[in-house]
């Protein structure tokens, strides 16, 4: 049995992977495509928005405590929605 | 390190393919209410999590959730930036360029299609404009469409700001370019 822990690091790591390829697509084609400076000032908000709102993300990722993760999964699970328990 | 800062200043509307002492005449994209208008939709959803939490606060704070509430909110706020910027991406790669020698269309369809094709002034017959509605009569843009010679497709400029303009100053364009020619 692959510990919970593990797996939830190995999809947080994929959807870093996945978001910064992304980024960098985008990037990628703002720079190489982009006629003027507009796409340029743009690739430069984007990169440090991105990097921002990543830092952010990490931190509070680091400060989750996986080992409860389950038990708190569970607990939004029982919240009744439209009458209904997701279980 | 002074170099990395010069493609803010010294880019301005140069692009891939320009010709050895082509100038560009004009610089067209479609008009900012269009991006607006997409922008607005990823704008609304970004507060999303924002209302949840607020209504579901009490919930949160019992159960000891914010974190995990806080670290859900900064992935969705990933996910927003990432369609906005998409959003913009896909606004400022569809272009119109016009030179003192052709005109260029290009086209992004995402990531991975793009479409250039051009025309020379000298080609030009006709340049017509249309302003269809209320919001493109309102906010002044509209499509202009050129006419080439043959059976040829028509060149279409579409959702551009202030149309009749763009109209006039490709025709003293073409007119110039026509004029140089025959002298």
Redesign the interface.
């Given at each position: 049995m692959i510990p919970l822990t593990l797996i939830v690091i190995a999809l947080i790591l994929l959807a870093v992977l996945t978001y910064w390829g992304i980024t960098l697509i985008i990037i990628y084609h703002l720079t190489r495509f982009g006629v003027g400076v507009q796409p340029k000032y743009l690739t430069t908000i984007f990169f440090f928005g991105s990097a921002i709102l990543s830092v952010i993300s990490l931190f509070l990722f680091l400060n989750l405590d996986v080992n409860v993760l389950k038990e708190q999964v569970q607990i939004i699970s029982d919240i009744p929605f439209l009458g209904i328990t997701l279980k | 390190m002074k170099s990395i800062f010069k493609?803010?200043?010294e880019?301005?509307?140069?692009?891939?393919g320009q010709e050895e002492g082509e100038e560009v005449v004009l610089?067209l994209r479609r008009h900012p209410i269009v991006i607006i208008l997409r922008l607005l939709g990823l704008f609304l959803a970004f507060f999303l999590p924002i209302i949840i939490a607020l209504v579901?606060v009490d919930?949160i704070i019992i159960?000891?959730?914010s974190?995990?509430f806080?670290?859900l909110i900064?992935?969705w706020?990933?996910f927003i930036?990432?369609l906005a910027?998409?959003a913009?991406?896909m606004y400022?790669?569809d272009?119109w360029?016009v030179t003192d020698r052709r005109i260029i269309d290009?086209t992004?369809h995402g990531?991975f299609n793009?479409k250039v094709s051009e025309l020379h002034l000298s080609r030009i017959q006709d340049i017509s404009v249309n302003t269809d509605g209320v919001i493109q009569t309102f906010f002044k843009f509209g499509d202009l469409h050129i006419q080439t010679a043959g059976t040829e497709e028509r060149f279409k400029f579409l959702q551009i700001p202030k149309p009749n303009i763009v109209k006039d100053q490709m025709m003293k364009t073409a007119f110039a370019k026509h004029h140089l020619n025959q002298v």
């Open positions: - | 493609i803010f200043i880019t301005a509307n140069s692009f891939e610089l579901f919930f159960h000891n959730l974190i995990l806080l670290f900064s992935l706020a990933l930036w990432i910027f998409y913009f991406t400022t790669l272009v360029i290009s992004q990531f793009r």
